[in-house]
């Protein structure tokens, strides 16, 4: 039987090349090995999916091979997720509902945000892409969400951001507001108040933690 690093390694692997049969097995066989849901999410998953985003800053892997990693991510998740709800060690999960604002219908950067979120332990609540203000309330307030997430990935959708910090607050809601978005930028999300930016989804995770004090 293979070790515990050897199967961590084996999940790492099977979420960077997008291996969406390999990853769930890998997990299946990770928690049969001992290992506790967390660690093979922290260990295997996340550098897996770390080391794709770094390609593709890099310029080797492009949406395709993003996506893949992403969606094996997933189905691995699939089988950790009961594991972790299960385990004792598993700290109460921020709530985090995410979207990409009303007007704009790109969903990759957005899901990708998600999927590591909820890999490093916040209950996400993903609403989609053309997501209308009022549905982000909704489901903000129905979860008592600790965060709130918009995507923005075209300049004429950038002002529903703003929009949404407007919002958020007349309805008192609690929820600290992170926005991004290949537009989007830091000054940007000081101009319209958000309580924070990041340009990618590792950055996005460390921003999170740091929100509901967790730490980077």
């Keep these: 039987m293979a070790n515990g690093n050897e199967l961590l390694l084996e999940l790492g692997r099977a979420v ?60 691995a998740m699939a089988v950790l997720r009961p594991a972790l709800g299960e385990s004792k060690s598993a700290k109460t999960a921020a709530r985090v509902v995410i979207g990409t604002v009303e007007g704009d219908i790109h969903d990759i950067g957005k899901t990708l945000v998600a999927t590591l979120l909820s890999a490093n332990g916040f209950e996400v609540f993903d609403e989609g892409a053309d997501v209308p203000l009022s549905r982000f309330i909704q489901k903000s307030k129905e979860v008592d969400a600790d965060l709130l997430c918009a995507s923005a990935l075209l300049t004429t959708t950038m002002s529903r951001q703003r929009d949404l910090v407007l919002a958020a607050h007349e309805a008192g809601l609690r929820a600290k507001i992170c926005v991004g978005g290949a537009p989007v930028t830091k000054a940007w999300a000081e101009a319209i108040g958000a309580d924070g930016f990041a340009d990618n989804a590792v950055a996005a995770v460390a921003l999170a933690r740091s929100l509901v004090g967790h730490g980077a």
């Design 16 to 75: 960077l090349e997008g291996d969406e049969e390999r990853a769930p097995n890998a997990a299946r066989r990770a928690l049969e090995a001992g290992l506790s849901p967390l660690e093979a999410i922290d260990g295997g998953l996340v550098p897996g999916l770390q080391k794709a985003g770094q390609l593709w800053d890099e310029g080797e892997y492009f949406l395709p091979e993003l996506v893949a990693s992403a969606q094996a991510m997933k189905a």
